[in-house]
């Protein structure tokens, strides 16, 4: 195999063909033995994607490293779901925090900054701490799904993501919510219980709220906006480029 920096469009279109069929465990699998040590999974301990991902990842591969960007806003039943997955499977997330305490934030940018730039708000505490926590890094596994978003509806299995300038992994792509949930139930996985109050898209505090019954998933992140991406997966900046195209979580 190639190093990541080598693949080629090519490379990437004869990947995603060969996994076209694999199941999520067989993706991983296949991740594993490509990338292995140098690959982590993100997760945001909001989302069943990213806990179903934690799930199988750890029974394929123990040694998993996991990472989730700590804003400082996050829910405390997010912080207690994090310590919770570490007692049950034996791992320590890393948590990488903006390098702005929320004091220095509203010194520079003024109070309440996701109120009024979402996009900075999350570039400064999102997008460039996730950069820090794919440095080094080969490859890297992401919970998003084609049904979660417009946005997302084009996601690969795999693609270079050229924000990070790293291999990107969605084994999830094709699932849907009911297999989701499926899997959550059938193998007692632990998720956030902020889901069945009526969040079903879990992030910072502030952006964050209950979905009315017929919104769309999402519609309870940053609402009375426009933005449905914090940036880490924007589609159609560059950032995700599968078989040489820009591209671009129900319990999420």
């Known amino acids: 195999m190639k190093q990541a920096q080598e693949l080629t469009a090519e490379d990437i279109d004869a990947i995603n063909r060969n996994l076209d069929k694999s199941s999520p465990q067989e993706i991983l ?24 991902l934690l799930d199988m990842a750890v029974r394929i591969y123990p040694q998993l490293r996991v990472f989730y960007l700590d804003t400082d806003l996050l829910f405390p039943e997010t912080y207690a779901l994090r310590d919770e997955v570490a007692r049950r499977y034996g791992i320590s997330p890393v948590g990488f925090k903006s390098r702005l305490t929320l004091a220095e934030q509203a010194a520079q940018h003024g109070d309440a900054l996701w109120s009024r730039d ?30 979660q978003a417009s946005t997302r509806r084009d996601v690969q299995v795999v ?17 849907g919510e009911t297999q989701i949930l499926d899997y959550i139930h059938e193998h007692g996985v632990p998720y956030n219980p902020l889901y069945d109050q009526g969040y079903l898209s879990i992030g910072c505090i502030p952006c964050t709220r209950v979905v009315k019954p017929g919104e769309d998933p999402r519609a309870g992140r940053w609402a009375g906006t426009d933005k449905i991406e914090c940036g880490i997966h924007l589609p159609g900046d560059g950032s995700t480029t599968p078989v040489g195209q820009e591209t671009t979580g129900g319990i999420r």
């Open 118 to 147: 979402p996009d900075l708000c999350c570039e400064i505490r999102k997008v460039e701490p996730n950069r820090r926590a794919l440095e080094g890094e080969r490859a890297w596994i992401s919970g998003i799904r084609r049904d």
């Open 159 to 175: 693609s270079w993501d050229t924000q990070f300038n790293l291999v990107k992994l969605a084994p999830l792509a094709t699932w």
């Open 29 to 52: 699998g296949w991740a594993f033995k490509t990338f292995a040590p140098d690959i982590v999974l993100a997760c945001s301990f909001g989302g069943g994607s990213g806990m179903v």
